[in-house]
């Protein structure tokens, strides 16, 4: 018997509608105007760094794998090729002695190692000497460095609670990336911290390498402005670098 023919399906039918790929763009974040009054805060805190920055520097301040925060650990490189125009491999930001900032690495043979933030505690065996430390990274065809990446903790300073300032002393260096806490202002946003939070107390000689809502600064500057700006609470990013003073000889 012959079966009936079956009917013509429609153009398309059978077929799984393609899917229609909507991606909206996110909005891009609204970043409020700072004030007046805001942006002559943010001024004074400026110009306030800037003036201490000389009398710190001369004052006696205390003492390939992708690692983890927290870690401190040895780069080892040879055959290390210069940078163009006498670059040092790496440039430091030396706000304290002790344990410079890493501010740029400027040796592709280093990079896999060592990032922008890190902290150099040793530089070819040579320890607390500006001078000499320079020199080695400027000429040494070799490195055998010893690095620490301290972990961050996050501070909230309520600002709104205390006069409008955040309790804290700074310093910094124009081409740095973070922020030396010198000293902390009596009955202060960060005293106040430190009385409600005895496990996560900030310190003379801490770095604030963050501030919440201000993503991988261009340099100190940010920072300073960012937290001067903020009209009541900001949360700050702080490590304690000179804790990799405790690291003890090389590994065998």
């Known amino acids: 018997p012959m079966l009936p023919k079956a009917a013509a399906n429609p153009k398309g039918a059978g077929k799984a509608p393609a899917a229609v790929a909507s991606k909206a763009k996110a909005p891009a974040p609204v970043v409020p105007k700072a004030s007046a009054s805001s942006k002559a805060s943010a001024a004074d805190f400026l110009a306030e760094a800037a003036q201490r920055a000389p009398k710190l520097a001369a004052s006696s301040l205390p003492r390939g794998p992708v690692w983890p925060e927290g870690a401190e650990f040895w780069v080892r490189t040879e055959r290390l090729v210069a940078p163009e125009g006498g670059l040092p491999v790496i440039e430091l930001d030396y706000l304290d002695e002790r344990i410079p900032h890493v501010v740029r690495v400027n040796a592709p043979q280093l990079r896999s190692q060592l990032k922008v933030g890190d902290f150099l505690v040793e530089v070819n065996g040579i320890r607390e000497n500006r001078e000499k430390m320079l020199a080695v990274l400027r000429t040494a065809s070799s490195l055998e460095l010893l690095v620490c990446r301290p972990p961050t903790f996050a501070v909230e300073l309520n600002k709104g609670a205390c006069a409008g300032s955040a309790g804290v002393n700074i310093t910094r260096v124009p081409d740095g990336i973070s922020l030396l806490i010198e000293d902390l202002k009596p009955n202060g946003a960060a005293e106040l911290w430190n009385k409600q939070h005895l496990d996560k107390q900030i310190f003379p000689l801490d770095r604030i390498v963050g501030v919440k809502g201000l993503f ?36 065998s």
């Open 216 to 251: 991988r600064p261009s340099c100190a500057d940010d920072l300073t402005m960012t937290i001067a700006a903020a009209p009541t609470k900001v949360v700050v990013y702080v490590c304690r670098p000179r804790d990799a003073f405790r690291v003890g000889s090389k590994p």
